[in-house]
T-cell receptor, first 111, second 114 residues
């Protein structure tokens, strides 16, 4: 069974700082990987989807990379803002159907 | 509809009672997923529907859990004889089709079993 780990569990940074969130997975035979954000009391919002054949995806200030051979993905957030405060979840799928989620990184951006 | 909706948003029930949770996916989405998120833990996959194919039930934790979906519309997740460990947020997601597309999540149903 795929196991997904996210480090750190919590992170607090001053506004404007660049930061990196880490995700590791045990089975490198993945179909795709997604990064989500979860705001309190709300559902998940998809940020970036990386197919197994891709190395990275970018959306605005966000950049996600994928290294299948080492079982790692990183989410880079540039010039962080208070509105980026949320829990960030990494999810991995081996088949495209069933997703395995990490426990998330709780990010606080201090104004 | 604009997004995935779920009802009720909150449900408090007594141990041993049955509960039914509802999910309305985005219109036209053929794939629908149910997840459970216990406090302080990651999301656990429960069940997956793709069109009219047999659902993937491999994540259901016990036979007290069941789910139905009629065609490509509403889905209901039923928990029979609820236990305190069933307390969690139950999230539903849909996607246009499985695998290649992103999943769109509903706001969840917070279930509390007393």
């Amino acid at each position: 069974k795929q196991e997904v780990t996210q480090i750190p569990a919590a992170l607090s940074v001053p506004e404007g700082e660049n930061l990196v969130l880490n995700c590791s997975f045990t089975d490198s035979a993945i179909y795709n990987l997604q990064w989500f954000r979860q705001d309190p009391g709300k559902g998940l919002t998809s940020l970036l989807l990386i197919q197994s054949s891709q190395r990275e995806q970018t959306s605005g200030r966000l950049n996600a990379s994928l290294d299948k051979s080492s079982g790692r993905s990183t989410l880079y957030i540039a010039a962080s803002q208070p509105g980026d405060s949320a829990t960030y979840l990494c999810a991995v799928s081996n088949t495209g159907n069933q997703f395995y989620f990490g426990t998330g990184t709780s990010l606080t951006v201090i104004p | 509809g604009a997004g995935v909706s779920q009802s009720p948003s909150n449900k408090v029930t007594e141990k041993g009672k049955d509960v039914e949770l509802r999910c309305d996916p985005i219109s036209g989405h053929t794939a629908l997923y149910w997840y459970r998120q216990r406090l302080g833990q990651g999301l656990e996959f429960l069940i997956y529907f793709q069109g009219n194919s047999a659902p993937d039930k491999s994540g259901l934790p016990s036979d007290r859990f069941s789910a139905e979906r009629t065609g490509e519309s509403v889905s209901t997740l039923t928990i029979q004889r609820t236990q305190q460990e069933d307390s969690a947020v139950y999230l539903c997601a849909s996607s246009l089709y499985a695998g290649a597309d992103t999943q769109y999540f509903g706001p969840g149903t917070r279930l509390t079993v007393l």
